[in-house]
C-alpha cells in the first residue's frame, strides 16, 4: 500500500528531533511569556480565502463534508490564531499566543517539506507597536540560539518602503502594480534576473523599470549603510525599520541586517517584514514573519493588529543536520541485562524499582544472550548487569557504557551511585 503523493511517515529518529525542536521551543516561548494553545486543524474554507483569496484553493487541502459545508485543512497557525483572537472579544491585549504542530499545503514536494510538515508559530494581537515587533524577531534569534544553531541571519525590510520605491518607479500609485512588482522581488531568490524581467515584459511591464525595482530589492546592509547606497529617508517605512533595527540592536540581536529585497510573498503583510537565513547552507528562509493588521480587520475588528513569526520545523532540522547538530546529549537511559533466565525475575524487578523512581530503563524480556543486550544498550549511559553469583551476595555490576568501566556495588546502593 501506497501513501498519497507528498506525504510520508515519521519514523523514531526524525520524530525525535521534531520533538527535540518542540522542547526548545517550548522553553522559549516559556521565557518570553506566550501562552501554548492549537487552534483547530480544520476551517471553514471562507476563513482561509479570507487571507488569501479564492486562489488559495490552488495551494490547500479543501472538500465538501458531509453537511455540504466547504471546509478546509490549516495551511498555517497564523489564520486559525488570528480567527481565534478575533473572537475573544475580552481578550486582555497583547495577547502573546505560541504553536507547534502539523499543517497541510498541496505544494510541489522538495527537501525538507511535504505536504504535511511541522510548523512553529508565535503572534502578538494588540496595538500597533514596532517593540513588539522587535520582539518577534527577538524570539526568533534567541529560540534558534537555544537550538544551537549558528551562522544565521535575520534580514528585515518594511512593505511600505519596498511599495514607496515602487510607486516613485512607475509614477502612480496602482495596487495591481505594486502587487505584480512584490511578486516579482519574492521570485529573485528562486529565479534569475533575466528570468524575472523576460516574464514581466510579457506583462506588459518596462525591462528599465523591473530592472530597477531588482537593483533596489539588492541592497542590504545597516541603516547608514543603506542610505550611503539610495536615499530611501523620506519613503513611508524608513523610521519605522531603522526604529526596530535600533531596538533589536538594544535586545543584544546582532546577527541582523536591512534587506530592501525581503518582501515576503503574502499580500496581507502591511508592515515590517523579515526571514532568517542558514548562510552555510543553501535552503531558502528558515522562517518568515511580519506585521499583518489586514488580517484581524478581514475578520471584523479594526481595533487591534497583529504581528508574528512561524517557521517550518522539517527545513530547521536539515539546517541542523548540516551543522553536525547532536540534537541533544546522550539521554541518561540505564540498561537493565540478566546473565541468564535464573536472574531475569530479579533484573525485572530492578528496571520496575527504577522507572518507580523516573530513570529511563531498557531491558530485553525476549530472553536474549547478554552478548546480544549488551549490543542492544550502545545507547544508554548505564548498564546495570544482574549476575547469579553477585546477586547472591546483594551484589549487581555497574557499567559505564561511555568509558566501559565496571565495579561492583550493592543493590541497595544502586540509586545513590546513580545519581
Same mark, same amino acid.
Given at each position: 500500500?501506497?501513501?498519497? !503523493?507528498?506525504?510520508?511517515?515519521?519514523?523514531?529518529?526524525?520524530?525525535?528531533?521534531?520533538?527535540?525542536?518542540?522542547?526548545?521551543?517550548?522553553?522559549?516561548?516559556?521565557?518570553?511569556?506566550?501562552?501554548?494553545?492549537?487552534?483547530?486543524?480544520?476551517?471553514?474554507?471562507?476563513?482561509?480565502?479570507?487571507?488569501?483569496?479564492?486562489?488559495?484553493?490552488?495551494?490547500?487541502?479543501?472538500?465538501?463534508?458531509?453537511?455540504? $459545508?466547504?471546509?478546509?485543512?490549516? /495551511?498555517?497557525?497564523?489564520?486559525?490564531?488570528?480567527?481565534?483572537?478575533?473572537? *475573544?472579544?475580552?481578550?486582555?491585549?497583547?495577547?502573546?499566543?505560541?504553536?507547534?504542530?502539523?499543517?497541510?499545503?498541496?505544494?510541489?514536494?522538495?527537501?525538507?517539506?511535504?505536504?504535511?510538515?511541522?510548523?512553529?508559530?508565535?503572534?502578538?494581537?494588540?496595538?500597533?507597536?514596532?517593540?513588539?515587533?522587535?520582539?518577534?524577531?527577538?524570539?526568533?534569534? =534567541?529560540?534558534?540560539?537555544?537550538?544551537?544553531?549558528?551562522?544565521?541571519?535575520?534580514?528585515?525590510?518594511? !512593505?511600505?518602503?519596498?511599495?514607496?520605491?515602487?510607486?516613485?518607479?512607475?509614477?502612480?500609485?496602482? *495596487?495591481?502594480?505594486?502587487?505584480?512588482?512584490? !511578486?516579482?522581488?519574492?521570485?529573485? *531568490?528562486?529565479?534569475?534576473?533575466?528570468?524575472?524581467?523576460?516574464?514581466?515584459?510579457?506583462?506588459?511591464?518596462?525591462?528599465?523599470?523591473?530592472? =530597477?525595482?531588482?537593483?533596489?530589492?539588492?541592497?542590504?546592509?545597516?541603516?547608514?549603510?543603506?542610505?550611503?547606497?539610495?536615499?530611501?529617508?523620506?519613503?513611508?517605512?524608513?523610521?519605522?525599520?531603522?526604529?526596530?533595527?535600533?531596538?533589536?540592536?538594544?535586545?543584544?540581536?546582532?546577527?541582523?541586517?536591512?534587506?530592501?529585497?525581503?518582501?515576503?510573498?503574502?499580500?496581507?503583510?502591511?508592515?515590517?517584514?523579515?526571514?532568517?537565513?542558514?548562510? +552555510?547552507?543553501?535552503?531558502?528562509?528558515?522562517?518568515?514573519?511580519?506585521?499583518?493588521?489586514?488580517?484581524?480587520?478581514?475578520?471584523?475588528? +479594526?481595533?487591534?493588529?497583529?504581528?508574528?513569526?512561524?517557521?517550518?520545523?522539517? $527545513?530547521?532540522?536539515?539546517?541542523?543536520?548540516?551543522?553536525?547538530?547532536? /540534537?541533544?546529549?546522550?539521554?541518561?537511559?540505564?540498561?537493565?541485562?540478566?546473565?541468564?533466565?535464573?536472574?531475569?525475575?530479579?533484573?525485572?524487578?530492578?528496571?520496575?524499582?527504577?522507572?518507580?523512581?523516573?530513570?529511563?530503563?531498557?531491558?530485553?524480556?525476549?530472553?536474549?544472550?547478554?552478548?546480544?543486550?549488551?549490543?542492544?544498550?550502545?545507547?544508554?549511559?548505564?548498564?546495570?548487569?544482574?549476575?547469579?553469583?553477585?546477586?547472591?551476595?546483594?551484589?549487581?555490576?555497574?557499567?559505564?557504557?561511555?568509558? !566501559?568501566?565496571?565495579?561492583?556495588?550493592?543493590?541497595?546502593?544502586?540509586?545513590?551511585?546513580?545519581?
Amino acid at each position: 500500500m501506497d501513501l498519497p !503523493r507528498g506525504m510520508k511517515d515519521f519514523e523514531n529518529n526524525e520524530f525525535s528531533k521534531i520533538e527535540f525542536v518542540r522542547e526548545k521551543f517550548l522553553e522559549t516561548s516559556k521565557i518570553f511569556g506566550y501562552k501554548l494553545m492549537e487552534p483547530s486543524p480544520i476551517e471553514s474554507l471562507s476563513t482561509l480565502e479570507a487571507k488569501s483569496g479564492e486562489s488559495i484553493k490552488d495551494d490547500i487541502y479543501f472538500f465538501t463534508d458531509k453537511g455540504e $459545508r466547504e471546509i478546509a485543512l490549516r /495551511f498555517d497557525f497564523t489564520v486559525g490564531l488570528t480567527r481565534y483572537a478575533v473572537s *475573544q472579544k475580552s481578550m486582555k491585549l497583547p495577547a502573546k499566543i505560541s504553536a507547534f504542530g502539523g499543517v497541510w499545503r498541496y505544494d510541489e514536494p522538495q527537501k525538507g517539506r511535504y505536504r504535511f510538515f511541522h510548523q512553529w508559530d508565535i503572534e502578538i494581537f494588540g496595538n500597533t507597536n514596532l517593540e513588539y515587533d522587535a520582539e518577534i524577531i527577538e524570539f526568533t534569534s =534567541k529560540f534558534f540560539s537555544n537550538l544551537g544553531l549558528e551562522n544565521l541571519s535575520i534580514d528585515l525590510s518594511h !512593505r511600505k518602503l519596498v511599495q514607496s520605491y515602487i510607486n516613485e518607479i512607475f509614477q502612480e500609485d496602482n *495596487q495591481q502594480i505594486v502587487f505584480d512588482m512584490l !511578486r516579482a522581488v519574492d521570485k529573485i *531568490q528562486k529565479k534569475s534576473k533575466q528570468e524575472i524581467i523576460s516574464e514581466y515584459e510579457k506583462k506588459g511591464y518596462s525591462p528599465d523599470k523591473l530592472e =530597477k525595482i531588482i537593483e533596489f530589492s539588492e541592497i542590504t546592509g545597516t541603516p547608514s549603510e543603506i542610505l550611503d547606497k539610495i536615499d530611501v529617508s523620506c519613503f513611508n517605512g524608513w523610521d519605522e525599520i531603522t526604529s526596530v533595527y535600533n531596538s533589536l540592536k538594544n535586545r543584544n540581536v546582532n546577527n541582523i541586517q536591512i534587506n530592501l529585497g525581503i518582501v515576503r510573498g503574502l499580500d496581507y503583510y502591511s508592515g515590517i517584514v523579515f526571514e532568517a537565513f542558514d548562510n +552555510t547552507f543553501d535552503i531558502g528562509a528558515l522562517v518568515g514573519g511580519g506585521r499583518y493588521d489586514s488580517l484581524p480587520e478581514a475578520f471584523g475588528r +479594526t481595533d487591534f493588529g497583529a504581528t508574528g513569526v512561524a517557521g517550518g520545523v522539517e $527545513r530547521i532540522i536539515l539546517a541542523l543536520e548540516n551543522q553536525n547538530s547532536k /540534537f541533544k546529549e546522550l539521554e541518561k537511559r540505564i540498561s537493565v541485562l540478566y546473565v541468564n533466565d535464573e536472574v531475569k525475575d530479579h533484573a525485572i524487578n530492578i528496571a520496575s524499582s527504577l522507572r518507580d523512581k523516573g530513570i529511563p530503563v531498557d531491558i530485553d524480556l525476549s530472553g536474549k544472550s547478554l552478548k546480544k543486550q549488551m549490543e542492544q544498550s550502545v545507547n544508554s549511559k548505564f548498564a546495570v548487569i544482574v549476575a547469579p553469583n553477585e546477586f547472591s551476595s546483594g551484589m549487581i555490576v555497574l557499567r559505564n557504557m561511555l568509558d !566501559r568501566s565496571e565495579k561492583q556495588v550493592k543493590i541497595e546502593d544502586l540509586m545513590s551511585e546513580l545519581s
